[in-house]
């Protein structure tokens, strides 16, 4: 499959702890792309991470590229209710349109 | 800018029937792309234009989908006929460029089709 994979599917943590996803693909990539999806809404996007960066922050989020191992993650710190919802990698191989996983879902208990 | 625009929010047709899902992109992008999300297969990509000529179609599952882009602020997504597993969310995204660009995402259309 072209998709990335995103690891886990679901995952659930209390309100305050740090979440971990996962992405994983297997051809070359020049931009990787995380996006939010609350239930019933469109995507929206969080962070753009180049293929020559190995890592960016943004507020609470933090993403890393390892372009030799293929993967990438988003860490969310600190994590609040508000963080629940799907999160979803999205890669580009230059001029090519967006590849999407199919998402993690994130639980946060208040 | 209001963002990208869809309607209708919901559609419940019968089997048989056609169905018109509508998209205007935020002014000023170059592209615009329609997507179909299910549990099972994810996110799909349907189709997507470059200045309203389509450029990858490849995704339409079958001769009963087509889009079309008149001019750069509307487009439409047309299944004729519908079948039950049409059933899905359809969305419409728009970007200034292709590659290393956001795309900015539509509300969607939940389609039901009984």
């Known amino acids: 499959s072209q998709q990335g994979e995103e690891d886990p599917q679901a995952l659930s943590i209390q309100e305050g702890e740090n979440a971990t996803m996962n992405c994983s693909y297997k051809?070359?990539?020049?931009?990787l792309q995380w996006y939010r999806q609350n239930s019933g809404r469109g995507l929206v996007h969080l962070i753009l991470?180049?293929?020559?960066?190995r890592e960016k922050h943004s507020g609470r989020l933090r993403v890393t590229l390892d372009t030799s191992k293929k993967s990438s993650s988003l860490l969310i710190t600190a994590s609040r209710a508000a963080d629940t919802a799907s999160y979803f990698c999205?890669?580009?191989?230059?001029?090519?349109?967006?590849?999407f996983g199919k998402g993690t879902r994130l639980s946060v208990i208040a | 800018d209001a963002g990208v625009i869809q309607s209708p929010r919901h559609e419940v047709t019968e089997m048989g029937q056609e169905v018109t899902l509508r998209c205007k992109p935020i002014s000023g992008h170059d592209y615009l792309f329609w997507y179909r999300q299910t549990m099972m297969r994810g996110l799909e990509l349907l189709i997507y234009?470059?200045?309203?000529?389509?450029?990858?179609d490849s995704g339409m599952p079958e001769d009963r989908f087509s889009a079309k882009m008149p001019n750069a602020s509307f487009s439409t997504l047309k299944i004729q006929p519908s079948e039950p597993r049409d059933s899905a969310v359809y969305f419409c995204?728009?970007?200034?460029?292709?590659?290393?660009?956001?795309?900015?995402f539509g509300p969607g259309t939940r389609l039901t089709v009984l």
């Open positions: 051809t070359s990539i020049n931009n």
């Open positions: 234009f470059n200045n309203n000529v389509p450029i990858d």
């Open positions: 991470i180049r293929s020559n960066e």
């Open positions: 995204a728009s970007s200034l460029g292709l590659a290393g660009d956001t795309q900015y």
């Open positions: 999205a890669r580009d191989s230059g001029n090519t349109p967006l590849v």
